[in-house]
Nanobody, 127 residues
Framework: QVQLVESGGGSVQAGGSLRLSCAAS????????MGWFRQTPGKEHEGVAL???????RYADSVKGRFTISRDNAKNTLYLQMNSLKPEDTAMYYC?????????????????????WGQGTQVTVSS
């Protein structure tokens, strides 16, 4: 059974930092590209950061220079280090896994990117 379990969310003041984790199980983690997405009520999923099986990364313009995605294949865990947080970063954050054979392009429709999705972890940034 495939599971993606996010953790590390919480409430922080603007300028602060959080580190999200996503523990994966039930599939061959090293064969899947991984990504972080976020969603606020009434809006579509938004791509935040992606990481391919070879470590190649892509970021949304809104988080470049502030967020860092990484993966530990030995621990089957995905991370998102978020620094210099802004109120507009407030959202539910989800991790997702996608077969690497499907390619690594930035998603046109983010909600269709992942083969598997976690349940999400809430991040709230106050001004």
């Amino acid at each position: 059974q495939v599971q993606l379990v996010e953790s590390g969310g919480g409430s922080v003041q603007a300028g602060g930092s959080l580190r999200l984790s996503c523990a994966a199980s039930g599939y061959t983690y090293s064969s899947y590209s991984m990504g972080w997405f976020r969603q606020t009520p009434g809006k579509e999923h938004e791509g935040v950061a992606l990481i391919d099986i070879d470590g190649t990364t892509r970021y949304a313009d809104s988080v470049k220079g502030r967020f860092t995605i990484s993966r530990d294949n030995a621990k089957n865990t995905l991370y998102l280090q978020m620094n210099s947080l802004k109120p507009e970063d407030t959202a539910m954050y989800y991790c997702a896994a996608r077969r690497a054979s499907l390619g690594f392009a930035w998603p046109l429709v983010p909600r269709f990117w992942g083969d598997y999705w976690g349940q999400g972890t809430q991040v709230t940034v106050s001004s």
